[in-house]
């Protein structure tokens, strides 16, 4: 190991932003060293790639997967511990340079806390923790100099249109959707969609809980209040457009009316890079974009009417305080009702919204209050009925 290597722990590293970026560091094994990696269940994947990483720690979220793990990763000279709380203790060991935070969900915002308040840099792909606490989180990362450099196709996008433009205003940011696999049906269609078509993404494969944020447009949702922390802007800074082929990942316009927009195929493991690799742009095998293989590059509205979920976030942003811990929690156990055939798609909708009007409202929430909040909404959230 040499001192100039980027020593990174991932957080979540058995699932797609994960492994994708353990694909990354295998091309770049003079760059980077794994130090930590974490699974929530999937003991077999952790337990492989530890074998094949060799890092420093893993942890098993599962404790009662902790002695599978254990036992097979003995005879390495490699930690192993279990539980949530050892999330929070392994991002602050002093050995971590960088903290890959591919948690999905909520439960990616203690362990980002205790990285930021130990002085690490954040590669974010876990966009629920700006969503819930973006405030907190900004103004901690802050006062510990510490750079949170995005993940997320779209933020990766701005971001990199971004270098070289610090000092220069921006005029607005576009965020670009897919759209999803619903693209233009009615409500009337959406009605009976199922599960199986809406893990169906037409351009990405990601983790279940992001796919179906894609399908009702609340990713783009999350995505608006992700970038409006990340890149310090006003609400009427950012918009959104359905752009189908997800070529140009997002774009920005700066105070002469010049845009930049990046573009490339749909492939995470550039953004991983970039994150991981910055202020260096790292060489990569991956497949080139050509501009003959797509001829028509097309954009539209979006329907804000028929998938209300993307209105509902921008009502979140809009109130502020607690309101976008409120949605996130709500969605996420909309989520898992659809996943488990408890609810329809479009009641995700009526249950976000619902949450979101009878939950109290905190308008300067400190970090209790958003525990407090997530834990409410997730009560009145599960008891929910059609
Ligand atoms: N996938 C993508 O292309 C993109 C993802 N993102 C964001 O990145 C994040 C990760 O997404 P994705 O990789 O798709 O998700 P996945 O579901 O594929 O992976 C989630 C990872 O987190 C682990 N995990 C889940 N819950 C817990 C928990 N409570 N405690 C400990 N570990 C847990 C899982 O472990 P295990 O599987 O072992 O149980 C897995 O390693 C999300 O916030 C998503 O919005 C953003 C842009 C693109
Ligand atoms: C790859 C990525 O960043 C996802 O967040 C992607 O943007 C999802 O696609 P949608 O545009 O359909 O939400
Ligand atoms: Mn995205």
Redesign the pocket.
Same mark, same amino acid.
């Not at 957080?11 to 994708?20: D, K």
């Not at 942890?59 to 599962?62: C, D, F, K, L, S």
């Given at each position: 190991m040499t001192s100039e290597k980027k020593h990174i722990a991932i957080? @979540? &590293? =058995? @699932? &797609?932003? $994960?492994?994708?970026a353990l694909e990354v560091i295998s091309a770049h094994r003079d760059k980077f060293e794994v130090e930590v990696l =974490?699974? $929530? %269940? %999937?003991?077999d994947?952790?337990i492989q790639q530890a074998q094949a990483f060799k890092p420093n720690v893993v942890?098993? @979220? %599962?404790d009662d997967l902790y002695d599978k793990v254990f036992n097979a990763l003995d005879s390495l000279d490699i930690k192993v511990y279990a539980g949530?709380k050892a +999330?929070c203790s392994v991002v602050q060991m002093e050995s971590v340079h960088m903290v890959l =935070?591919? +948690?999905? @969900?909520y439960?990616?915002l203690k362990p980002t806390i205790a990285a930021i308040e130990a002085g690490k840099h954040i590669a974010l792909? %876990? /966009?629920? #923790?700006l969503v819930v606490a973006g405030d907190l989180i900004t103004r901690l990362a802050q006062q510990k100099a510490v750079n949170i450099y995005p993940?997320? &196709?779209e933020h990766s996008a701005i971001f990199q249109c971004l270098v070289g433009e610090f000092h220069n205003p921006i005029e607005k940011i576009i965020l670009t959707a897919s759209g999803g696999p619903f693209r233009g049906k009615t409500r009337e269609e959406l009605a009976n969609v199922t599960k199986a078509q809406a893990l169906k993404h037409p351009n990405?494969?990601? $983790?279940? /809980?992001? #796919?179906i944020?894609s399908a009702s447009l609340m990713?783009k949702g +999350?995505e608006v209040i992700e970038a409006k922390w990340l890149f310090g802007l006003r609400h009427d800074q950012i918009e959104v457009i359905v752009h189908p082929q997800s070529i140009i990942h997002s774009l920005v316009q700066f105070e002469d009316g010049s845009m930049k927009a990046q573009m490339g195929l749909p492939d995470?493991k550039l953004?991983i890079q970039y994150a991981l690799g910055y202020p260096e742009r790292l060489k990569s095998d991956f497949p080139r974009f050509n501009f003959l293989d797509y001829p028509e590059l097309t954009f539209e509205q979006s329907d804000t009417k028929t998938f209300r979920n993307l209105q509902l976030a921008f009502d979140a942003m809009n109130k502020g305080g607690n309101m976008p811990c409120i949605l996130n929690a709500a969605n996420e156990v909309a989520v898992e009702k659809f996943l488990n055939d408890e609810i329809g798609f479009l009641e995700m909708s009526d249950l976000i919204a619902e949450c979101m009007q009878k939950v109290s409202f905190i308008e300067k929430p400190s970090y209790d209050d958003y525990v407090l909040s997530d834990k409410q909404t997730r009560e009145l959230a599960k008891a929910f009925n059609i």
């Open positions: 957080l @979540g &590293s =058995t @699932g &797609s932003i $994960g492994t994708q =974490t699974a $929530g %269940n %999937n003991a994947l952790l942890v098993i @979220g %599962n949530a +999330l =935070t591919a +948690l999905v @969900g439960a990616g792909a %876990n /966009k629920e #923790t993940v997320d &196709s990405w494969e990601m $983790g279940a /809980k992001i #796919t944020d990713n +999350l995470m953004p």
